[in-house]
């Protein structure tokens, strides 16, 4: 069964400096992956997207994300984040389904606490 | 695009007590889902629309859980006899098939509808 791990539950860092959130997946087929940012009370918003082709993806707000096949992982970085990064981050797994749809499969998250 | 949309935002009911959650998809899309995420967890799946048709159900949706989608258009998520460990934000997203291939439009998510049960 595909299932996706988030290495690190916190990820506390300072403003301006680089982070890197991690990533894992497994899936004995293809996949498509997504990261979502989640700000407090709100529902998620889509970062950025890996279907095929360029392994390195870009997404909104300066972050990116490479896709390693070798090493089933997909992290998410940004050279210089900001106060505004504060949130909560998921890494998802498409999944396609016998009936021929496909859903995600999140990990837990990973909170970015960006200090001043 | 309006975005999808929930109602209420925020629910506080007794246990035993039932309640109604209603999500409006983007207009053109076709599929719809409904999450459920705890506090600290990852949105997990309950349930599966392809227009009006319910393609999949979760095991986590109890017989307590229904959810509808009538004419392919809204959805309501009901849950009967509510348990405080119902409590949890609910999310609906909606996304747009591209017939003949296995990708889909990322899913795109409301804002959600917090539950808690007292």
């Known amino acids: 069964a595909q299932s996706v791990t988030q290495l690190d539950s916190q990820v506390p860092v300072f403003e301006e400096a680089p982070v890197e959130l991690r990533c894992n997946y497994s899936?004995?087929?293809?996949?498509?992956l997504f990261w979502y940012v989640q700000y407090p009370n709100q529902g998620l918003q889509l970062l950025l997207k890996y279907l095929s082709g360029s392994t390195l993806v870009k997404g909104i707000n300066g972050f990116e994300a490479e896709f390693n096949k070798s090493q089933t992982s997909f992290h998410l970085r940004k050279p210089s984040v900001h106060i505004s990064d504060t949130a909560e981050y998921f890494c998802?797994?498409?999944?396609?389904?016998?009936?021929?749809?496909?859903?995600?499969?999140f990990g837990a998250g990973t909170r970015l606490a960006v200090h001043p | 695009d309006t975005g999808v949309s929930q109602n209420p935002r925020h629910k506080i009911t007794k246990r035993g007590q039932n309640v109604t959650f209603r999500c409006d998809p983007i207009?053109?899309?076709?599929?719809l889902y409904w999450y459920r995420q705890t506090l600290g967890q990852g949105p997990e799946f309950l349930t599966y629309?392809?227009?009006?048709?319910?393609?999949?159900k979760s095991r986590l949706l109890s017989d307590r859980f229904s959810a509808e989608r009538p004419k392919g258009s809204f959805s309501t998520l009901e849950i009967q006899r509510t348990e405080q460990g119902d409590s949890a934000m609910y999310l609906c997203?909606?996304?747009?098939?591209?017939?003949?291939?296995?990708?889909?439009?990322?899913?795109?998510f409301g804002n959600g509808t917090r539950l808690t049960v007292t």
């Open positions: 899936s004995s087929v293809s996949v498509y």
């Open positions: 998802a797994v498409s999944v396609l389904s016998s009936g021929g749809y496909n859903k995600l499969i």
């Open positions: 207009s053109e899309h076709n599929r």
């Open positions: 629309f392809q227009n009006e048709a319910q393609l999949e």
């Open positions: 997203a909606s996304s747009l098939a591209h017939p003949g291939g296995p990708y889909n439009s990322p899913l795109h």
